[in-house]
């Protein structure tokens, strides 16, 4: 029998501070008073239960993003189960059969329940770890304070919905305002990097440092240096990486971020203590599990074809165009083949027949970037424009650039219907949206 662990979860009203003694406290929405909620540690193949008690004026359910559950424990509103009413709770329960790094956020009216404070790690172990001194999380995020540091109240409006999303002033790492980081010279830290910004994309340089990229989404990557020393990471994505620390203690290294503007701002300083670490780990070289999940089989795979379409600019009116400016007369910005979705019961994009392989070709016609994320499963990305991504990386968020179209194969393994959206959460909520059906 399997071992059983149980967390359990309160999501509720608390308030914070990102930086004591230089922000005012910060009312948020948190799991058991703190963002990020509680990490959530397991070890692959443990079977766990956590009791969800909703604290919250609303509704509210959880969802473990990335993680391969039942259909009934994916925590979509009135999709896979009904949602947990105020002052009421629910009980998930259900095994883990992927090593990795995952997170847990709520999936009703996400786009304010995340932007105000809940979501946390889930962090599931391997069964024979790597070697590393140290196993950091930093959960990322970017919040939209007003100059008293409360959260801004204008969730949703018009513009973050129609264009990339809700953008915020003050970026943190694990709810705290970033200052520095300290290492010691000589150790090997594993860094598992989780967005859980609503609509940010972080591009992070390493300055002076070549760090490893070892799992992307949680799934095992062969350990390669990201090119320009720089980790593009969508909202919803998660990077693993593995720092070297060998470097002279005298020297500091800085993380910036530069997505959007092309201008660096510093994300965090790392600073070498002053002691020093004669690591045993640095010896041996990276061995990583290899991946549990299901192989696609080429050989007769069927494809299909999504297309991403809308927003504000560079919109091409693919299928029923009419039909689109009606739609976006009632404030739906963004579509998946011509449809916004309008709540969560909606007819199937595609219906997959179970444990077949599919080749899925997603095309985005529009001028913005989207991280488009499927539940239930993980996909391979093999290929971009094209040409065959050099490490056909396992995801379930995968970052499309303006007009790109990217290749995806997966093993239909998982029976129900599954959510299949854009992450950034505002334009989730204005249609970028859909069903997957596994029958
Ligand atoms: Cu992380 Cu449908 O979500
Ligand atoms: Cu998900
Ligand atoms: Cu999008």
């Given at each position: 029998?399997?071992?059983?662990?149980?967390?359990?979860l309160r999501?509720?009203k608390?308030s914070t501070?990102?930086a004591?003694?230089k922000?005012?406290?910060?009312?948020v929405?948190?799991?058991?008073?703190?963002?990020?909620?509680?990490?959530?540690?397991?070890?692959?193949g443990d079977?766990?239960?956590?009791?969800?008690?909703n604290?919250l004026?609303?509704e509210?359910?959880?969802?473990?993003h990335?993680?391969?559950?039942p259909?009934?424990?994916?925590?979509v509103?009135?999709?896979?189960q009904?949602?947990?009413g105020?002052?009421?709770?629910?009980?998930?329960?259900?095994?883990?059969?992927d090593?990795g790094?995952?997170?847990?956020?709520?999936h009703?009216?996400?786009a304010?329940?995340?932007?105000r404070?809940?979501?946390?790690?889930l962090?599931?172990?391997?069964?024979e770890?790597i070697t590393?001194?140290?196993?950091?999380?930093?959960?990322?995020?970017d919040?939209?304070l007003?100059?008293?540091a409360r959260?801004s109240?204008d969730f949703?409006n018009r513009?973050?919905m129609?264009?990339?999303?809700?953008i915020?002033?003050?970026?943190t790492?694990n709810?705290l305002?970033?200052?520095?980081?300290?290492?010691r010279?000589?150790?090997?830290?594993r860094l598992?990097l989780i967005?859980?910004a609503n609509?940010?994309i972080?591009?992070l340089n390493?300055?002076?440092h070549?760090?490893q990229i070892?799992?992307?989404?949680?799934q095992p990557?062969t350990?390669?240096?990201p090119?320009?020393?720089?980790?593009?990471?969508?909202p919803?994505?998660r990077?693993?990486l593995?720092l070297?620390?060998?470097?002279?203690?005298?020297?500091?290294?800085?993380?910036?971020d530069?997505?959007?503007s092309g201008l660096?701002?510093e994300l965090?300083?790392?600073?070498y203590g002053?002691?020093s670490l004669?690591s045993?780990?640095l010896d041996s070289?990276?061995?990583?599990p290899?991946?549990?999940?299901?192989e696609?089989?080429?050989?007769?795979?069927?494809r299909?074809q999504?297309r991403f379409?809308?927003?504000?600019m560079g919109q091409?009116m693919?299928?029923?165009g009419?039909?689109?400016m009606a739609?976006?007369r009632?404030g739906k910005?963004w579509?998946i083949?011509g449809?916004?979705?309008s709540?969560?019961?909606m007819?199937?994009l595609l219906?997959l027949e179970?444990d077949?392989?599919?080749?899925i070709e997603?095309i985005?016609?529009?001028?913005w970037?989207?991280?488009i994320?499927l539940?239930?499963?993980s996909?391979?990305?093999?290929?971009?424009?094209g040409?065959?991504t050099?490490?056909q990386?396992w995801q379930?968020?995968?970052?499309?650039a303006?007009?790109?179209?990217?290749e995806?194969t997966?093993?239909?393994d998982n029976p129900?219907?599954?959510m299949?959206?854009c992450?950034?959460?505002?334009h989730q909520?204005a249609?970028m949206?859909?069903?997957?059906r596994?029958?």
């Amino acid at each position: 029998p399997q071992p059983m662990r149980h967390f359990s979860l309160r999501p509720g009203k608390a308030s914070t501070q990102l930086a004591p003694g230089k922000y005012p406290m910060t009312p948020v929405w948190a799991y058991n008073q703190s963002v990020p909620g509680p990490q959530i540690r397991l070890i692959q193949g443990d079977r766990v239960r956590i009791a969800v008690e909703n604290a919250l004026d609303e509704e509210t359910t959880v969802h473990w993003h990335g993680l391969r559950v039942p259909h009934a424990m994916d925590g979509v509103p009135h999709l896979t189960q009904t949602p947990i009413g105020s002052n009421k709770h629910f009980v998930y329960e259900f095994d883990v059969p992927d090593a990795g790094t995952y997170w847990y956020h709520p999936h009703q009216r996400s786009a304010e329940q995340v932007g105000r404070g809940l979501y946390g790690p889930l962090i599931i172990e391997e069964r024979e770890p790597i070697t590393v001194d140290r196993d950091v999380t930093w959960i990322l995020d970017d919040w939209r304070l007003k100059s008293d540091a409360r959260i801004s109240d204008d969730f949703a409006n018009r513009h973050d919905m129609s264009h990339n999303g809700r953008i915020g002033n003050t970026v943190t790492i694990n709810g705290l305002a970033p200052g520095n980081f300290r290492v010691r010279q000589g150790e090997r830290i594993r860094l598992r990097l989780i967005n859980a910004a609503n609509a940010r994309i972080f591009a992070l340089n390493f300055q002076d440092h070549q760090p490893q990229i070892i799992a992307l989404d949680g799934q095992p990557v062969t350990p390669h240096e990201p090119a320009n020393r720089t980790v593009v990471l969508g909202p919803a994505m998660r990077v693993d990486l593995v720092l070297d620390l060998t470097g002279d203690p005298d020297t500091r290294f800085t993380i910036t971020d530069t997505f959007y503007s092309g201008l660096e701002y510093e994300l965090i300083d790392v600073v070498y203590g002053p002691e020093s670490l004669r690591s045993n780990a640095l010896d041996s070289p990276i061995a990583l599990p290899a991946n549990t999940l299901p192989e696609p089989l080429m050989a007769g795979i069927t494809r299909h074809q999504i297309r991403f379409n809308g927003g504000m600019m560079g919109q091409m009116m693919m299928g029923d165009g009419n039909n689109m400016m009606a739609m976006m007369r009632e404030g739906k910005m963004w579509f998946i083949n011509g449809v916004a979705a309008s709540g969560h019961v909606m007819d199937p994009l595609l219906t997959l027949e179970r444990d077949q392989s599919y080749l899925i070709e997603l095309i985005n016609d529009t001028a913005w970037h989207h991280p488009i994320h499927l539940h239930g499963h993980s996909f391979r990305v093999v290929s971009r424009n094209g040409k065959p991504t050099p490490h056909q990386e396992w995801q379930d968020t995968v970052l499309m650039a303006p007009e790109e179209q990217v290749e995806i194969t997966l093993v239909a393994d998982n029976p129900g219907d599954w959510m299949f959206h854009c992450h950034i959460l505002e334009h989730q909520a204005a249609g970028m949206m859909g069903i997957i059906r596994v029958s």
